[in-house]
């Protein structure tokens, strides 16, 4: 386990460097980021900016081409695959724009798929579901396939997923971006109080009137960080 002084997740010069038909892109330049205890951040920027590539070096889904990750003070490159994946599986959660919910499984089996894979037993994984998805509002409809839900039920069914294990990190990739603003005012408010002050929240969004939900804003060019600060940025490029 990582100490509790030392940030959740820290980037350290941290490049992405993708090799396309011969030629060298560099999708993130040079980061340097760290998300400290019981911190929400919002990572804004205009469309290619990197900010879903650097959501996914936080999150053990890529690697970097140079530069550091480190969980607490273990470096990632360091890790064997058995703790990688069991970093994965019990101690990070996934929101995406579109829920990735699997349509022919009920809500509650959805909320409870992570579960197993985290190896709580299936009297725990039940119990569990249920409370989560009474948390997102959604009790009376926790039997219904995945695929009869609407988009704000879906992304709700997703959130009660990705926290239902009580992951250290939950990282959301535009969570509303398939929503109408109103649903997706609901769904960011629910998302921020649920995760509340034990845990850490970072969200990519373009939209701007979401912003003050969050303690730091750093807003993304190119690849790179060109502002991080503690107020909430007011526009978003
Ligand atoms: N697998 C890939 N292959 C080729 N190029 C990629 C790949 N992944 C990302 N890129 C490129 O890297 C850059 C950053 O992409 P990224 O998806 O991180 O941007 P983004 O800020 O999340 O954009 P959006 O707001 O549109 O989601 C873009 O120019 C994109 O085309
Ligand atoms: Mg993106």
């Known amino acids: ?99 990735n919910l699997i349509d022919h499984l009920s809500a509650v089996a959805n909320v409870a798929l992570p579960l197993a894979y985290a190896g709580y037993p299936k009297s725990k994984r039940v119990r569990l579901s249920h409370e989560w998805l009474e948390k997102v509002g959604l009790s009376s409809v926790a039997d219904r396939p995945a695929s009869r839900l609407s988009g704000g039920e879906r992304q709700r069914v997703s959130i009660a997923r990705a926290l239902a294990g009580a992951p250290d990190l939950v990282l959301a990739d535009e969570p509303t971006g398939s929503l109408d603003q109103a649903t997706g005012q609901i769904i960011m408010d629910l998302m921020v109080s649920l995760v509340g002050n034990q845990r850490n929240l970072v969200v990519v969004t373009h939209d701007a009137s979401l912003q003050h939900r969050f303690n730091r804003s750093v807003h993304m060019a190119h690849g790179q960080i060109t502002v991080n600060t503690h107020a909430p940025v007011t526009s978003c490029a």
């Not at 330049?29 to 070096?57: D, F, W």
């Not at 690697?63 to 480190?70: A, I, L």
């Not at 273990?74 to 970093?87: D, I």
């Open 1 to 99: 386990m990582t100490k509790s002084d030392e940030p959740i997740v820290r980037l350290d010069n941290v490049s992405r460097q993708l090799v396309l038909g011969g030629q060298k892109i560099d999708i993130v330049r040079g980061v340097t980021l760290a998300v400290e205890r019981g911190e929400s951040l919002v990572i804004v920027g205009s469309s290619g900016s990197g900010k879903s590539s650097l959501l996914e070096l936080m999150g053990t889904l890529s690697r970097p081409s140079s530069g550091t990750v480190f969980w607490g003070a273990q470096r990632l490159s360091q890790m064997s695959a058995r703790k990688l994946l069991e970093l994965r599986r019990k101690r990070l959660g996934f929101v995406f724009q579109s829920a």
